[in-house]
């Protein structure tokens, strides 16, 4: 065939249909991973450009985190034009677009839970477009809830001002407890500012009593001097 391009020639020549070049599957999903709040609704997007015939196939699985890849679980696939949901999570997923045959391969998974956490894989399969893996890989994680942790928080705060609550009270308690405990005595004679020493006091004493005995005798001898003189003197 004269005229036609040396590259197109070749490939009708070698392989007897369309050539493959710049046929393929192109699957295009977010770079960065999705996080989710428990109990609400994930969409994982994913579109991909092709061709699409008789023998176009979708499939959306999941792989738990830590593992590789050909552990992956099957969520659900499509098929010959018919969706089929599949496995633990059938009941909450499905398509955005049904039947995904416009480019829009988009995952809907309702009231997500933690085990929901992981790698999603959306694998689009369009022989014989096969040029490409035609595979996007999205990574999930469901956030344990904000009502969790304002719950939580709650509850750190209240421990807290209980824990100084009780350290006060026992502090308090302590002190009051210090000042009603007597003063330690000593244990020897007790002395008092104004006491005298026992020497001083015996010589006290005895100046005291003998000068009440010189009073006490003084009027007698008086007494008798008197008596004397009145006596009559004999010649």
């Known amino acids: 065939v004269t005229g036609l391009p040396a590259g197109p020639f070749l490939c009708w020549a070698l392989l007897g249909f369309v ?47 830590g593992k590789p890849i050909s552990t992956s679980h099957p ?6 034009g018919h969706l089929y949901p599949t496995g ?26 933690p085990s929901d956490t992981g790698t999603y894989l959306c694998h ?19 956030l344990d809830s904000s009502k969790g942790r304002v719950a939580g928080t709650l ?30 005595t000593y244990g020897g004679s007790e002395l ?3 006491a005298t020493a ?3 006091f015996e010589q006290s004493s005895m100046k005291v009593d003998s000068s009440k005995g010189l009073l006490e005798r003084s009027p007698s001898t008086s007494t008798v001097t008197t008596t004397k003189s009145k006596l009559p003197m004999v010649v």
């Open 19 to 65: 050539c493959l070049s710049g046929i393929a599957v192109e699957v295009k999903v977010p770079t960065e991973p999705l996080s989710v709040p428990v109990g609400k609704t994930a969409e994982l997007s994913c579109s991909y450009s092709t061709s699409v015939g008789d023998n176009f196939a979708l499939e959306w699985s999941f792989v738990q985190p």
């Open 192 to 194: 008092r500012e104004d």
């Open 124 to 142: 689009v399969n369009n022989p014989p477009d096969f040029y490409t893996n035609g595979l996007g890989l999205i990574n999930l994680t469901v």
């Open 155 to 184: 509850i750190g705060v209240l421990l807290g001002v209980l824990l100084l609550s009780v350290a006060a009270f026992c502090l308090i308690r302590f002190q009051k407890e210090r000042k009603k405990k007597p003063k330690e």
């Open 75 to 80: 969520i659900l696939y499509f098929t010959n």
């Open 88 to 113: 633990s999570k059938a009941e909450r997923a499905s398509l955005l677009q049904n039947p995904p045959t416009r480019g829009v391969a988009s995952l809907r998974l309702t009231d997500v839970r």
């Open 198 to 200: 026992p020497g001083i």
